[in-house]
C-alpha cells in the first residue's frame, strides 16, 4: 500500500472515530515510523473530530442524566489532555532532539493561541477575563 493511499485511509478513520484502527497501526511494530506517525496524528483527530462533538452535543439533551454523562465524559477528556499537554511542555523544552522540541514548541504555542481565542467568552456569552 503506498504511502499516500495509507495517509488518506488514516485520514478517513480519524474523520469516522475509528480509533482502533488507528491504535492497530500505532502499536504496529511492523509498520514503518513514518505510517505509525501519520496513524498517530489522525488517532488525534479521532477525539477532536468526533468524540468531543458528541460528547457537547449531549450537553443539549433535555434529560439531566444524559447531560452529566456528557459533563462527567468531558472531565475524563480534559484530565487526560491536561496530561498530554504536560508531556507536550516537557517535550518542547527538554526531548534531545531538536526537530521535535520545535514540533512540541509550535503545539504549545497552538494551544495557547486557541485558548486565548476561546476563552475571552464565558459560557454565557458573557465577556470575562482572561488570566496571565
Not at 504496529?28 to 498517530?40: C, H, I, K, L, Q
Not at 447531560?67 to 534531545?96: H, K, N, Q, T
Not at 512540541?104 to 454565557?124: F, R
Request: net charge negative; hydrophobic share 40%.
Amino acid at each position: 500500500m503506498s504511502d499516500v493511499l495509507c495517509i488518506k485511509t488514516f485520514e478517513r478513520w480519524g474523520r469516522e472515530g475509528q480509533a482502533t484502527k488507528l491504535l492497530d497501526v500505532v502499536r504496529d511494530e511492523s509498520a514503518s515510523p513514518v505510517m505509525r506517525g501519520e496513524a498517530a496524528e489522525y488517532l488525534g483527530r479521532c477525539v477532536n473530530e468526533t468524540v468531543g462533538p458528541a460528547l457537547v452535543e449531549l450537553l443539549r439533551h433535555e434529560k439531566a442524566f444524559l447531560r452529566e454523562g456528557a459533563m462527567l465524559g468531558i472531565g475524563r477528556l480534559l484530565d487526560g489532555l491536561a496530561s498530554l499537554y504536560a508531556r507536550v511542555l516537557l517535550a518542547s523544552e527538554e526531548d534531545p532532539s531538536p526537530g521535535m522540541r520545535a514540533t512540541a514548541k509550535d503545539v504549545v504555542d497552538a494551544v495557547k493561541e486557541d485558548w486565548l481565542e476561546h476563552s475571552s467568552v464565558g459560557p454565557s456569552g458573557a465577556s470575562c477575563e482572561v488570566g496571565t
